[in-house]
């Protein structure tokens, strides 16, 4: 069964740290990109980055560029998102998604990615 469970989420205060973990079971990552999705209150879901299956290439969108990094650990069948000086802007449930196999899509729409995770609830408040 394929499954991606993320992991890290909580409550930071503006300017602090969190690393989120998106672990993948029932299939292996690496050969698949993994994306970074978020979802604010009231908001669409908004990709935010996206790393692909050999580390070469990656992607943020500028409201998060210079502040978060992907990073993956095949042997862990894991995905990495270290976030830094986060802002209450920054406040969101995050999920993180990739596509099936021999359909690689490296990007932001959603609609091409197959598995989702059910989210972890990353809260920037002072």
């Known amino acids: 069964q394929v499954q991606l469970v993320e992991s890290g989420g909580g409550l930071v205060h503006p300017g602090g740290s969190l690393t989120l973990s998106c672990t993948a079971s029932?299939?292996?990552?690496?050969?698949?990109?993994i994306a970074w999705f978020r979802q604010a209150p009231g908001k669409e879901r908004e990709g935010i980055s996206c790393?692909?299956?050999?580390?070469?290439?990656?992607i943020y969108v500028n409201a998060v560029k210079d502040r978060f990094t992907l990073s993956r650990d095949d042997a862990k069948n894991t995905v990495y998102l270290e976030m830094n000086s986060l802002k209450p802007e920054d406040t969101a449930v995050y999920y993180c998604?990739?596509?099936?196999?021999?359909?690689?899509?490296?990007?932001?729409?959603?609609?091409?990615?197959?598995?989702w995770g059910q989210g972890t609830q990353v809260t920037v408040s002072s």
């Open positions: 998604a990739t596509h099936r196999s021999g359909h690689y899509y490296f990007g932001f729409q959603a609609e091409s990615f197959d598995y």
């Open positions: 029932g299939f292996s990552l690496n050969s698949h990109a």
């Open positions: 790393i692909s299956p050999d580390e070469i290439s990656t």
